[in-house]
């Protein structure tokens, strides 16, 4: 069974930093893109899909960030400890939302509960 368990979420004033980490279990991640989206309660009233944020490529050689986040965030993966972690710095009020884990190759896409981010103003 295919796990992926975010934490390292919490409440951060603006201009600070936080580091998420996602640990996956039942697959070997080295396999898999994994990548970060969040979604902000705003956006899950509005029916709106999840925002992505960040993506790793297997070996770790290739990354790809949203413009909203790129200089500020730093995705990497460590496949030996089968984890994922995005570095946050620089955070602002509009980085609120919740965080969610994906692992994706060409077979399947799988996601984790998700860890919330607060930052407050």
């Known amino acids: 069974q295919v796990q992926l368990v975010e934490s390292g979420g919490g409440l951060v004033q603006a201009g600070g930093s936080l580091r998420l980490s996602c640990a996956a279990s039942?697959?070997?991640?080295?396999?898999?893109?994994m990548g970060w989206f969040r979604q902000s309660p705003g956006k899950e009233r509005e029916g709106k899909e999840r925002?992505?944020?960040?993506?790793?490529?297997?070996?770790?050689?290739?990354?790809t960030y949203a413009d909203s986040v790129k200089g500020r965030f730093t995705i990497s993966r460590d496949n030996a400890k089968n984890t994922v972690y995005l570095q946050m710095n620089s955070l602002k009020p509009e980085d609120t939302a919740v965080y969610y884990c994906?692992?994706?190759?060409?077979?399947?896409?799988?996601w984790g509960q998700g860890t919330q981010v607060t930052v407050s103003s």
């Open positions: 039942g697959l070997f991640s080295s396999y898999y893109v």
């Open positions: 925002e992505f944020v960040a993506e790793i490529s297997p070996t770790g050689g290739g990354t």
């Open positions: 994906s692992a994706r190759n060409s077979a399947s896409n799988h």
